[in-house]
């Protein structure tokens, strides 16, 4: 396929059926096809029926179509979201265990502080830190831990979702953007 | 009432209009054998090794458009059958394949015969499932051969355990399935089509790329009123072959790797592809960038991930390729009024007379010999002695694309080989699905000998069940494609290829109960050929081929498709393919 555009992440919303073997399908779709995952969330939805995924992919466009498209073609999946390029907003968690010597401990608050991180675990020698935020928040965060010492660190992943009016039930049923130069169903979405 | 598990699967396959399954029995399965053994209405054939279920199974699909049935067992039985949902898969064919697995108590355990089947099979089919309770029976199997038969059709897996087959519960039989994650579009763009329409009309140098989109959604009638409006000429794809009468003048043969200089002329050229139900596979395409580089593409396809997939698309269309024909074609009568394409129509001359030069410069074609066999001889005669008109099933090689190339096709649904995969074997049991479907009809199954003993075991089956499939072996002593590359690609370094000793194929036969008949020299194939065709059941020809016959044109993998070798290429030639392919 010829390249248009260089590669970007994309983060793309993905509603499925809450059944068993779901998060495989998505998975075994990605490592078939010779696609990254970069972060890949699940959690339930208010329909207990219905999960949803925030997959966080680099590629071209075309790499994204394709990714879009395969996903919509498993039996499993009722909609598919790149919103990327839509007004959307993103966070992910973490969580840093950090040296806390007697020497920077004052210093960690600080940058904790600065960032509204949360200290949820003290001892004599560390910290755990909570923090949320978007991907720059998080990465600048880490920036100015790293030279402190941060013995481990763990992140949820991207979680997302598109602003405003949109996140109404009704509004966000409706794929946003057409893919064909005319054709809304190029996509093949459900609904 | 309740009935139990296994029943109640007989029971939902019966209400889905099964006639048949293809399958053989093992512990798993057992209450399934027990159920079947005094149930009515259900016709099962042992097959002899599970692969050859799955392929029965295909075969029985493809010809009649119904969803091919399966049964067999855990563990290999399963992992046996993988090869054939792989197949149907990716030449989208209908199947729903049922296997046992351990009891719901024992899954994870690592139990007799125990495999992760829905692990496995969840890369090789379009969707499956594996029932933990006996009540969800009914919906699944609705939900199975809903997904198999729909969009683009597929293989669907249903993975029952024992005790789910043994335990007594409720049939729950939805009347109709209703999936929110599954809706495939079936009507195209009104707006698409138009502009392919205008398109099509305005057109120069237009033509149709059929594939097998068109045969599964029986759209070719719709695709010969289209062509019988534009006039515009039609290359087949080998799954689409079949979809357009090639004794029709319009038809340019197949096109791609081994296809007709004229049809990979006329795509090269063309200003206008209209692409039906195909999927730009890169033995159509060759070198993608070389591919129809002036030509506007419209793209007709269900599955809207094959659009732009491989090439882009100017004028993508997704939906059904019966209906939008359909839709087509009014909208080109509707284009047509206003005349626009008078212009173009005067254009189009000089293109029909430039694809007859093309026809004329290079038609397909081979030397003939008095005292060698010619495989492509084999062929014709098959084509002439059957009208065209007979089942033909091919297994994987240098037979597989004489058959495409020389059998003249007339009607869709006759035609069974493995596109896509390319799964040596799949001939005499996938024959034997069409003989058990068509028990009144004439099935050939073209076969190498080194794809027939792949699955030569079901000789048996076809003798106990009366299938009478005619086995047509183009025998060269060999794996012919594997000697054909290495001759010309990797410099006559021959390597594994040649077989030593064979079985006695006509003994072979004789063993299973099957009529055997041998031909050698170039007289005895009519004679050999109308023998087996007139000899009730299974009937196996063995015929001696010129070993050294290769399969022209070919365009050598990763080359353009105006790059065809035509005929037994010199030194400085097979250089030239070698260091294209291997850099040495």
Redesign the interface.
Known sequence: ??NGGGPRKHTIGVH??NK??VL??VA?LFS?RGYNIESLSVGETLDPTVSRMTLVVRGDE?VI??VT??L??L????KVTDLTDESHVERELVLIRVNAEPQNRAEVLRVADIFRAKVVDVTPVSYVLEATGDEGKLEALLELLRPLGVQELVRTGKVAIARGPKTRVKRAEVPRRAR?????????F?? | MGMSGARMVLECLKREGVDTIFGLPGGAVLPIYDALYDFEGLRHILVRQEAAAGHAAEGYARTTGKVGVCLVTSGPAATNLVTALQDALMDSIPIVAFTGQVPTHLIGNDAFQEADNVGITRPCTKHNFLVKDGRDLGPIIREAFHIASTGRPGPVHVDLPKDVLVKEAELVWPEKVHMRSYNPTYEGHPGQIKRAAKLLLRARRPVVYAGGGVIASDASEELRALIELTQIPVTQTLMGLGAFPMEDPLSLDMLGMHGSYYANMAVHHSDVLLAVGARFDDRVTGRVDAFAPNAEIIHIDIDPSSISKNIKVDVPIVGDCRRVLKALVAAVREELRGDVASLAREARKQWAAQIAEWKRKCPLGFEWDDEVIKPQHVIQEISTLTHGEAMIVTGVGQHQMWAAQYYRFKHPRRWCTSGGLGTMGYGLPTAMGVAAAWPDRLVVNIDGDGSFQMNSQELATCFENNLAVKTVILNNRGHGMVRQWQDIIYKGRFCAIDFGPSPDFVKLADAYGCTGIRATRPSEVVPALEKAFATPGPVLVDVWVDKWEFVFPMVPAGGANTEMILEKPGRAAKDKAAKAQTGF
């Open positions: 396929m010829q499925v059926e068993f073997g495989s399908r075994g078939a075309f179509e394709q498209k395969q919509h073609k039996v499993d999946v009722i064909g130069p005319e054709d809304p169903t190029v996509v093949g459900a609904d």
